[in-house]
Nanobody
Framework: VQLQASGGGLVQAGGSLRLSCVAS????????MGWFRQAPGKNREFLAA?????YYPDSVQGRFTISRDTAANTLYLQIDNLKPEDTALYFC???????????????????WGRGTQVTVSS
């Protein structure tokens, strides 16, 4: 299974981006999919996840919105009011089997995309 993320780019602070992640296989709506990011010199950071419900850390509540189109095998991340500190490589991830694990834990995901770069200028 391959995950291909796209939609990143260079944007000004205050702008918006919609990241996409296309999977080469079908992930049913009850399967965990998520977005993470990693900035240079920093640890990987959990941003959002979705099964039948959505999950967000407090740090991104209100600015990040995760959604999925199961029929199109596509995961999305809408990012609004971008800030320079959002600059990072953004990854999508997915799990192929049902789970009840913690969505923010990267160990719960079987597959990872290669990432799309988001750069926010001030």
């Amino acid at each position: 299974v391959q995950l291909q993320a796209s939609g990143g780019g260079l944007v000004q602070a205050g702008g918006s981006l919609r990241l996409s992640c296309v999977a080469s296989a079908r992930f049913f709506s009850d399967r965990l999919m998520g977005w993470f990011r990693q900035a240079p010199g920093k640890n990987r950071e959990f941003l959002a996840a979705i099964r039948l419900h959505t999950y967000y850390p407090d740090s991104v509540q209100g600015r990040f919105t995760i959604s999925r189109d199961t029929a199109a095998n596509t995961l999305y991340l809408q990012i609004d009011n971008l800030k320079p500190e959002d600059t990072a490589l953004y990854f999508c991830a997915a799990r192929s089997t049902p789970d009840i694990g913690i969505p923010r834990d990267g160990l719960n995901y079987d597959y990872w995309g290669r990432g799309t770069q988001v750069t926010v200028s001030s």
